[in-house]
């Protein structure tokens, strides 16, 4: 499974991105895709989640701010930010929850994500 990440780019304040996510998987549609971000010197973040129902969850930090979908048919997740903070700045990671007894996620390279006036 390969999850191909793009989109980040260099914001300022106050913008929006759409990051996209494209999996290799043919049976993309039956799992859970998620979002999660690191910086430097910091612990991974989880910041959203998909189900394979559609269903979505947010962390706090992004919540109301941040929304992500799915395109089944082109085995595409997105991620739309709004209203970007400085704070938002990481490299972002998608992954695919492939897991049938318990949770086995594969995960993208990242892409880059800077917000910056």
């Known amino acids: 499974v390969q999850l191909v990440e793009s989109g980040g780019d260099l914001v300022q304040p106050g913008g929006s991105l759409r990051l996209t996510c494209a999996i290799s998987?043919?049976?993309?549609?039956?799992?859970?895709m998620g979002w999660a971000r690191r910086v430097p010197g910091k612990g991974l973040e989880w910041i959203s989640g998909?189900?394979?129902?559609?269903?979505?969850y947010y962390g706090d930090s992004v919540k109301g701010r941040f929304t992500m979908s799915r395109n089944n048919a082109k085995n595409t997740v997105y991620l739309q930010m709004n209203s970007l903070k400085p704070e938002d700045t990481a490299e972002y990671y998608c992954n695919v929850d492939v897991g049938v007894d318990g949770p086995f996620y594969y995960w993208g390279q990242g892409t880059q994500v800077t917000v910056s006036s």
């Open positions: 998987d043919s049976t993309f549609s039956s799992y859970s």
């Open positions: 998909i189900y394979s129902d559609g269903s979505t």
